[in-house]
């Protein structure tokens, strides 16, 4: 009984000590000694999170401070010499240097010095000057290359002491100057760029950059022994590249050519630095004279491009085809009608969309993807009594839908395909000539050009690439001009309308919706 009474005590004890301790206000302590609940705002939710954010913040902030110190221009300059890294993300690449400029400066062996005559601290504060000076910057990363700025301000007599001794170049302040071997080409800002007059607002605007052809061609003029000189007939109502030619003018100048005219009437042979003879859109024939002096120089391996247009109540132009079937060639009396609807702007069944024809001379050009409008064109015809020496390449064809209507009365209807344009070599002679025939000296006019914009850098590849063959420059590259448009996306009004309603209705309540389901989430954890 007393051991009974003895263990009940004792139960009771322990319960009541047990009651004592839960109901107690005083604070347990662990092991150790710690007091959990002044630590309890550790584990909190809101900050682990904040930490979190707070710590990732800081992450990202000195990430970018470092970056930024890593690829300052002023760090990357001292630590390798160049500027900063930079990314062209123009669609035409306007401040890079393309790969045919990389292959010819790439491959100069000897040195040539620039000059830019301006000072270089007020770059930044013209647009255009500073878009040149960006690419002009480039060409000095070839070992061949050196840029100097000249500020004629403070150094007025530079230029004819070191460029121009005899005042004739017509230097001047802001030009750029190529000098190489005492052979100097200098280029004023309007060479650099190309403009189109708005007759809505009476002014020039800036359509593009021609900076790197201009920057390329004056590297190769004066790097070069020989300049090749292309002499432009006159004398018989011909084109004139003063005036009808002048953006090809342009195009033959900063690829190194130089341009003259000739007038055989006057003259008393073809000048012995002629490279080229170009034939353009003549209304007159040839004199039996002229045409004479025209067979010396061929027979002395000289060459020619001739672009005869059609003409209403055609003259006949005897001593031209006298001349031409040297090469077993001639024109036809006709103006090519294109039928297939697909060959020609919508009205315009004489401004035909022709096939480049895929063969060695018209490889540079890719000839499956070059299109060219040719406005009022004549066809050309081969002999029938071949010479086994001469070599005949067509180079343009009509489609098979198209008709050479007569423009004279002796002349016939001929069914297509018609060749518009022919290449001829002929090896009869002591030394080879070559010939370009083309039924069409309009395509390269500043109007054609104007009116046909989206084609006209074709048309120069195929007049271009057609001179470089005649002087065996098969690899010879091409630098076209950059335009300042933009790419655009033709769209239908359906996928405008659906596209409306996406951004305007669709994705705001998308975005919505997630944060109010991101919001619910964490409201609940």
Do not use: C
Not at 110 to 132: M, R
Not at 142 to 152: A, V
Not at 160 to 172: A, W
């Amino acid at each position: 009984m007393e051991n009974n009474k003895d263990n009940t005590t004792e139960n009771l004890n322990e319960n009541k000590t047990e009651n004592i301790t839960k109901n107690s206000n005083t604070p347990k302590i662990d092991k150790k000694g710690s007091n959990k609940k002044s630590f309890k705002f550790l584990s909190a939710r809101s900050l682990k999170y904040g930490s979190a954010s707070l710590i990732t913040i800081v992450a990202v902030i000195a990430i970018a401070v470092i970056v930024n110190m890593i690829f300052s221009p002023t760090v990357i300059s001292k630590l390798t010499g160049q500027d900063a890294i930079k990314f062209d993300l123009t669609p035409n690449k306007r401040y890079s240097i393309g790969d045919q400029t990389d292959q010819i400066v790439g491959s100069l062996t000897k040195e040539v010095k620039i000059y830019a005559l301006y000072d270089e601290t007020k770059i930044g504060s013209d647009p255009q000057l500073k878009e040149v000076n960006e690419l002009l910057n480039k060409y000095t990363k070839y070992k061949n290359i050196k840029l100097e700025y000249i500020d004629t301000d403070k150094n007025p007599s530079f230029i004819k002491s070191n460029l121009d001794p005899e005042g004739i170049k017509d230097i001047k302040k802001d030009d750029i100057v190529f000098v190489s071997n005492k052979k100097v080409k200098n280029l004023s800002k309007t060479d650099l760029f190309v403009t189109q007059f708005d007759q809505q607002t009476m002014q020039e605007n800036t359509t593009g950059s021609q900076a790197e052809q201009a920057f390329t061609g004056a590297i190769k003029f004066v790097s070069s022994d020989k300049t090749p000189v292309v002499y432009f007939l006159e004398g018989h109502d011909e084109k004139k590249p003063d005036t009808d030619y002048t953006t090809i003018r342009g195009y033959l100048v900063r690829n190194n050519y130089e341009v003259k005219t000739l007038n055989l009437i006057t003259a008393p042979k073809v000048p012995e630095d002629a490279e080229i003879i170009v034939v353009a859109a003549p209304k007159k024939d040839i004199s039996l004279t002229e045409k004479d002096k025209l067979m010396d120089f061929f027979k002395n391996g000289g060459n020619a491009l001739f672009a005869i247009d059609p003409i209403e109540n055609s003259p006949s132009l005897p001593q031209f085809e006298s001349l031409l079937s040297y090469y077993n060639v001639d024109i036809n009396y006709d103006k090519v009608k294109e039928n297939d609807d697909q060959r020609f702007p919508k009205g315009k069944p004489y401004d035909i969309l022709p096939d480049v024809v895929d063969n060695d001379i018209n490889a540079p050009l890719n000839p499956s993807s070059l299109y060219v409008i040719m406005p009022n064109s004549r066809s050309v015809s081969t002999l029938k009594n071949d010479k086994e020496y001469i070599k005949i390449t067509s180079l343009m064809k009509s489609s098979a839908k198209a008709v050479g209507e007569p423009t004279d009365l002796k002349a016939k209807t001929t069914q297509g395909p018609l060749d518009l344009a022919v290449a001829v070599q002929n090896d009869g002679a002591a030394k080879t000539s070559k010939i370009v025939l083309m039924g069409n000296g309009s395509f390269m006019t500043d109007n054609s050009i104007q009116q046909y914009e989206q084609f006209s850098v074709s048309g120069f590849y195929f007049f271009l690439n057609s001179l470089n063959w005649l002087q065996n420059k098969t690899s010879e590259v091409i630098i076209a001009p950059k335009t300042y448009s933009s790419p655009t996306m033709q769209i239908s009004q359906s996928t405008a309308n659906l596209l409306a309603i996406l951004t305007v209705v669709v994705l705001p309540f998308l975005i919505l919706g997630i944060g109010t389901f991101v919001w619910m989430r964490r409201r609940h954890l």
